[in-house]
């Protein structure tokens, strides 16, 4: 990891506008002699003073575009800055023409685009321009008063810091009479001034850690450049930065090298170096500086967490020896260790598993021999999977989205994984969002995670989904993870996932039941686990029932009690809403805990009199007649499954309870009446689910050896046949990988023309189904009524991938039909039963003489079931269904 800094200065102007800043050299110098002190910065340093623009323009190309992954890049730019009439930031050089800002400046558009196309996730950016965020003309200053104007907003990126001498309007230009500068001109900046004494002395370290952050050299700057110039105050702005940028070590703090060498041997994957971690744990629990002490603390509590046991076992006696008192209930992590290097012919990354979910998402890296937890950039392990769309159309996802929901909860978007494959959409003024795009957002910020945590780009990713997803919405999650810069290596069921993290290493024989009961859908999995097979016998669920539902039951009741209390109707009131929403997933998890809980909503909303409070009590007794009928709903699942699977229940060894909503004891009380007193086994919540799928990552990949995933199609798929029926081909709980063949043909005599209309789904009629793709087979050779057409095959590969193609029957003459007596005779000679129409192989002397018309093929995505959905609601489908297939009913031979 390399440190590398750009610092340009410009003193003077060849355009008399731009008024000269001899002060700026010695900034130059002055940061450049702080930031290259092997002892502080250690950066390799390149300085600029008074370049013109093309020398400029490609030191900051180079800058960029050549930096490592890595490596921690630094600009420092000390000139003059403004904003044109359309509000572009421009960087004056030397040879800079005011009124040819375009041609003849650095414009921060350029400067943005190289960011962008730097491999490094970590850019610092320090602005000392005399001008920041200026406009340029008094009137237009005047016209928008005190208008938000950022001047960091151009440089806004993955990765990307910026702190600026000053906020966005301070030290506008607005008259020659009235121009305020950031310094006087023959003297050095307040603004780098102070970044160089911070950097310089170790004044910067805040806290007493030997490290100076951006935080820590933003806070200090910011009181310093305050108490010079009371209305100067410098800004910061970070995007998706990921954990704590360190610029520089402090000089005068003894224990710095100590601590990173305690840091680095603690997350060491060799376990004799983690030991070996405790000796500078032990004298730095002995230094005199409070923030050595404390840190060294933290670092022996993530060493008794250790997962190697004589790690664990020392740092617990070292615990002990020093007189520390009891250890935490609640022990942080381990932290992340480093990523594990690659060989040749191994995989290029990391696999990931993903759990995107109704209410939450997560990701997990598989790497070395362990699975463990990204955090996000607010250092949780979740990552709500909220976006909304702000004011001034911007777009934020994750938790800051989740903050602001309850003022804008028109343009906040939950629970958008139950609307994937839809014509959902949100639009807020330029900005229109659908749900892929929603998800794409989600998904690319989970990525960008992982890959800092990772340190370089993913491989690939395990995608979950609720088993009872149909193809279509399937088809939509995988397009959204292209789009978020994700390679779907597959894409499984979530209770699947779940089995695969209980029964990885369960060498004996065990049939178990997953329950997974999450924030907006129920999936149920029978499962076999044993000698390193993990297969699916059933699946099933609801799709449309979750922990969400009885949330809104606790809302309804809430507003009922409103309406009883003050006869007012809120329920039409989005903010209210948002609030009682909240509210009632507060109360649904402390009765988890409770027998009853109260739910305090001051100022809900107002009256003429005056204000209206909320205050209910609510028992977990009232709690679960309410939600009742849900129970009810969870059990059909649970039921049909056993009997798709034919196990009788006496078999069932365990039920697995994984999803945040079946904490509620009313589930699990279900589950233990259903299996006859047996306690189900509830310890997969939370991480279950994305932990199996980065495992099924790791045997995707080979690193994890001896262990095969068996999975099952979710629905049963077929064609539309005569009278609008449903010719099934693979029926639900079959086993994927998988294929079907039958020949098809028309009723009609000579029919020359056929339309295939794929399904999915339950019902024996066509139109209750899902339409999945159609097939317009066309100038067909004209057989006689009731002889195959078409030989029709279904591919469903292990990735829920469906392929369906159609094969012409011709034979070597063009209107010979192919007869029963014919088929059978080819077969006896082959050894093979009598022709029905279902062949999962044919003789090659049957291929070679009648499979030598065209082929017709589609893969199911969404473009295929937006075609076919399109052309079923038509008129003209009407017309076309008298095309329809029917399968083929061989006549006596």
Same mark, same amino acid.
């Given at each position: +990891?390399?440190?590398?800094?750009?610092?340009?200065?410009?003193?003077?102007?060849?355009?008399?506008?731009?008024?000269?800043?001899?002060?700026?050299?010695?900034?130059?110098?002055?940061?450049?002699?702080?930031? !290259?002190?092997?002892?502080?910065?250690?950066?390799?340093?390149?300085?600029?003073?008074?370049?013109?623009?093309?020398?400029?323009?490609?030191?900051?190309?180079?800058?960029?575009?050549?930096?490592?992954?890595?490596?921690?890049?630094?600009?420092?730019?000390?000139?003059?800055?403004?904003?044109?009439?359309?509000?572009?930031?421009?960087?004056? +050089?030397?040879?800079?023409?005011?009124?040819?800002?375009? %041609?003849?400046? #650095?414009?921060?558009?350029?400067?943005?685009?190289? +960011?962008?196309?730097?491999?490094?996730?970590?850019?610092?950016?320090?602005?000392?321009?005399?001008?920041?965020?200026?406009?340029?003309?008094?009137?237009?200053?005047?016209?928008?008063?005190t208008g938000a104007v950022d001047v960091t907003e151009p440089f806004a990126g993955?990765?990307?810091?910026?702190?600026? !001498?000053?906020?966005?309007?301070?030290?506008?230009?607005?008259?020659?009479?009235?121009? /305020?500068?950031?310094?006087?001109?023959?003297?050095?900046?307040?603004?780098?001034? &102070?970044?160089?004494?911070?950097?310089?002395?170790?004044?910067?370290?805040?806290?007493?850690?030997?490290?100076?952050?951006?935080?820590?050299?933003?806070?200090?700057?910011?009181?310093?450049?305050?108490?010079?110039?009371?209305?100067?105050?410098?800004?910061?702005?970070?995007?998706?930065?990921?954990?704590?940028?360190?610029?520089?070590?402090?000089?005068?703090?003894?224990?710095?090298?100590?601590?990173?060498?305690?840091?680095? &041997?603690?997350?060491?994957?060799?376990?004799?170096?983690?030991?070996?971690?405790?000796?500078? #744990?032990?004298?730095?629990?002995?230094?005199?500086?409070?923030?050595?002490?404390?840190?060294?603390?933290?670092?022996?509590?993530?060493?008794?967490?250790?997962?190697?046991?004589? *790690?664990?076992?020392?740092?617990?006696?070292?615990?002990?020896?020093?007189?520390?008192?009891? @250890?935490?209930? =609640?022990?942080?992590?381990?932290?992340?260790?480093?990523? =594990?290097?690659?060989?040749?012919?191994?995989?290029?990354?990391?696999?990931?598993? @993903?759990?995107?979910?109704?209410?939450?998402?997560?990701?997990?890296?598989?790497?070395?021999?362990?699975?463990?937890? *990204?955090?996000?950039?607010?250092?949780?392990?979740?990552?709500?999977?909220?976006?909304?769309?702000?004011?001034?159309?911007?777009?934020?996802?994750? !938790?800051?989205?989740?903050?602001?929901?309850?003022?804008?909860?028109?343009?906040?978007?939950?629970?958008?994984?139950?609307?994937?494959?839809?014509?959902?959409?949100?639009?807020?003024?330029? =900005?229109?969002?659908?749900?892929?795009?929603?998800?794409?957002?989600?998904?690319?910020?989970?990525?960008?995670?992982?890959?800092?945590?990772?340190?370089?780009?993913?491989?690939?990713?395990?995608?979950?989904?609720?088993?009872?997803?149909?193809?279509?919405?399937?088809?939509?999650?995988?397009?959204?993870?292209?789009?978020?810069?994700?390679?779907?290596?597959?894409?499984?069921?979530?209770?699947? %996932?779940?089995?695969?993290?209980?029964?990885?290493?369960?060498?004996?024989?065990?049939?178990?039941?997953?329950?997974?009961?999450?924030?907006?859908?129920?999936?149920?999995?029978?499962?076999?686990?044993?000698?390193?097979?993990?297969?699916?016998? %059933?699946?099933?669920?609801?799709? /449309?029932?979750?922990?969400?539902?009885?949330?809104?039951?606790? *809302?309804?009741?809430?507003?009922?009690?409103?309406?009883?209390r003050h006869a007012l109707d809120l329920s039409a009131d989005v903010t209210v809403?948002?609030?009682?929403?909240?509210?009632?997933?507060?109360?649904?998890?402390?009765?988890?805990?409770?027998?009853?809980?109260? =739910?305090?909503?001051?100022?809900?909303?107002?009256?003429?009199?005056?204000?209206?409070?909320?205050?209910?009590?609510?028992?977990?007794?009232?709690?679960?007649?309410?939600?009742?009928?849900?129970?009810?709903?969870?059990?059909?699942? *649970?039921?049909?499954? +056993?009997?798709?699977?034919?196990?009788?229940?006496?078999?069932?060894?365990?039920?697995?309870?994984?999803?945040?909503?079946?904490?509620?004891?009313?589930?699990?009380?279900?589950?233990?009446?259903?299996?006859?007193?047996?306690?189900?086994?509830?310890?997969?919540?939370?991480?279950?689910?994305?932990?199996?799928?980065?495992?099924?990552?790791?045997?995707?990949?080979?690193? #994890?050896?001896?262990?095969?995933?068996?999975?099952?199609?979710?629905?049963?798929?077929?064609?539309?046949?005569?009278?609008?029926?449903?010719?099934?081909?693979?029926?639900?709980?079959?086993?994927?990988?998988?294929?079907?063949?039958?020949?098809? &043909?028309?009723?009609?005599?000579?029919?020359?023309?056929?339309?295939?209309?794929?399904?999915?789904?339950?019902?024996?009629? !066509?139109?209750?189904?899902?339409?999945?793709? #159609?097939?317009?087979?066309?100038?067909?050779?004209a057989h006689p009524s009731g002889t195959p057409l078409v030989d029709v095959l279904?591919?469903?590969?292990?990735?829920?991938?469906?392929?369906?193609?159609?094969?012409?029957?011709?034979?070597?003459?063009?209107?010979?039909?192919?007869?029963? &007596?014919?088929?059978?005779?080819?077969?006896?000679?082959?050894?093979?039963?009598?022709?029905?129409?279902?062949?999962?192989?044919?003789?090659?002397?049957?291929?070679?003489?009648?499979?030598?018309?065209?082929?017709?093929?589609?893969?199911?995505? /969404?473009?295929?079931?937006?075609?076919?959905?399109?052309?079923? /609601?038509?008129?003209?489908?009407?017309?076309?269904?008298?095309?329809?297939?029917?399968?083929?009913?061989?006549?006596?031979?």
């Open positions: +990891m390399a440190r590398h800094a750009l610092i340009i200065g410009n003193t003077a102007y060849d355009d008399p506008q731009f008024a000269p800043l001899p002060g700026a050299t010695a900034d130059a110098h002055a940061l450049a002699t702080v930031l !290259a002190d092997p002892a502080i910065g250690g950066f390799t340093v390149e300085t600029l003073v008074d370049a013109p623009l093309r020398p400029a323009t490609r030191a900051l190309e180079a800058f960029f575009t050549r930096a490592a992954r890595d490596d921690l890049l630094l600009l420092h730019l000390s000139l003059h800055g403004w904003k044109d009439r359309g509000g572009r930031l421009h960087f004056a +050089m030397t040879d800079t023409e005011r009124d040819f800002p375009g %041609a003849t400046a #650095v414009t921060a558009h350029a400067l943005s685009g190289w +960011m962008g196309d730097s491999r490094s996730r970590r850019i610092v950016v320090l602005l000392d321009c005399c001008y920041s965020g200026a406009f340029t003309l008094n009137a237009l200053h005047r016209q928008r008063g993955l990765g990307r810091i910026v702190m600026t !001498a000053s906020t966005s309007l301070q030290y506008a230009h607005e008259a020659e009479h009235d121009v /305020r500068y950031s310094r006087t001109p023959a003297k050095p900046s307040v603004f780098t001034s &102070a970044v160089v004494a911070g950097l310089g002395d170790g004044s910067a370290d805040l806290d007493g850690d030997g490290l100076v952050s951006v935080d820590e050299l933003y806070d200090y700057v910011h009181e310093r450049v305050r108490r010079t110039i009371a209305d100067q105050t410098p800004t910061l702005s970070m995007d998706s930065a990921q954990g704590t940028v360190y610029l520089a070590r402090s000089p005068r703090h003894g224990d710095v090298d100590r601590l990173t060498e305690m840091r680095t &041997a603690a997350l060491d994957p060799q376990a004799w170096k983690r030991v070996g971690s405790l000796h500078l #744990v032990e004298q730095l629990l002995g230094s005199v500086r409070e923030p050595s002490r404390d840190t060294a603390r933290a670092c022996l509590l993530g060493l008794i967490a250790d997962a190697d046991r004589e *790690v664990a076992r020392r740092a617990r006696q070292l615990w002990h020896e020093r007189g520390l008192g009891e @250890i935490p209930a =609640v022990r942080p992590p381990r932290p992340a260790r480093p990523p =594990v290097p690659h060989g040749p012919g191994s995989v290029p990354g990391p696999v990931a598993g @993903i759990d995107f979910g109704t209410t939450n998402s997560a990701i997990a890296l598989f790497e070395g021999e362990d699975v463990r937890l *990204v955090p996000n950039a607010e250092g949780a392990l979740t990552t709500p999977s909220v976006v909304a769309v702000t004011a001034d159309g911007q777009i934020v996802v994750g !938790a800051p989205a989740a903050r602001q929901a309850v003022t804008n909860p028109d343009h906040t978007v939950r629970s958008v994984k139950l609307r994937l494959g839809t014509a959902w959409s949100i639009t807020r003024g330029a =900005v229109r969002l659908t749900a892929e795009d929603v998800a794409e957002l989600i998904l690319r910020r989970l990525r960008e995670d992982a890959e800092a945590c990772a340190g370089r780009p993913l491989h690939g990713a395990v995608l979950t989904v609720p088993a009872d997803f149909d193809l279509d919405q399937r088809a939509a999650l995988v397009e959204a993870a292209g789009r978020a810069g994700i390679r779907a290596l597959r894409v499984i069921n979530e209770p699947t %996932a779940a089995a695969i993290t209980y029964g990885l290493h369960r060498m004996q024989g065990t049939t178990v039941l997953v329950f997974d009961l999450g924030g907006g859908t129920l999936d149920v999995s029978l499962i076999e686990i044993g000698d390193g097979v993990v297969e699916v016998k %059933a699946t099933g669920g609801d799709c /449309r029932l979750g922990g969400d539902d009885w949330d809104r039951r606790v *809302v309804d009741w809430l507003l009922h009690r409103v309406r009883e809403i948002q609030r009682l929403r909240e509210a009632a997933e507060a109360a649904k998890i402390e009765l988890s805990s409770a027998s009853s809980t109260t =739910v305090r909503l001051p100022y809900l909303t107002f009256m003429l009199h005056g204000p209206v409070h909320l205050e209910e009590t609510l028992t977990r007794k009232g709690f679960e007649d309410m939600t009742q009928d849900l129970l009810l709903r969870c059990r059909r699942p *649970v039921e049909q499954a +056993m009997r798709d699977a034919v196990i009788p229940w006496s078999e069932l060894e365990r039920v697995i309870l994984t999803g945040g909503a079946t904490r509620m004891p009313a589930i699990g009380d279900l589950m233990s009446s259903l299996t006859g007193g047996r306690q189900p086994y509830r310890g997969l919540i939370p991480e279950g689910i994305v932990t199996g799928a980065a495992l099924q990552g790791g045997i995707l990949s080979g690193a #994890v050896q001896d262990t095969l995933l068996l999975d099952v199609t979710s629905s049963s798929l077929g064609y539309e046949a005569a009278g609008g029926a449903v010719a099934q081909m693979i029926a639900r709980n079959t086993t994927i990988p998988t294929r079907r063949r039958e020949w098809v &043909a028309t009723s009609a005599q000579k029919r020359q023309t056929l339309i295939l209309h794929v399904v999915e789904g339950e019902s024996t009629t !066509a139109a209750e189904c899902r339409s999945l793709a #159609v097939l317009e087979l066309t100038d067909l050779a279904f591919d469903f590969d292990a990735n829920g991938l469906l392929t369906v193609s159609a094969r012409e029957l011709r034979g070597r003459t063009k209107e010979l039909p192919i007869r029963v &007596a014919e088929l059978n005779r080819v077969h006896r000679q082959a050894g093979m039963p009598n022709a029905t129409p279902r062949q999962e192989r044919l003789p090659a002397e049957l291929e070679a003489k009648y499979f030598t018309g065209r082929t017709w093929k589609v893969t199911v995505d /969404r473009a295929s079931v937006a075609r076919a959905n399109s052309l079923v /609601r038509s008129a003209r489908w009407q017309t076309l269904k008298e095309l329809t297939p029917r399968p083929w009913d061989p006549p006596e031979s």
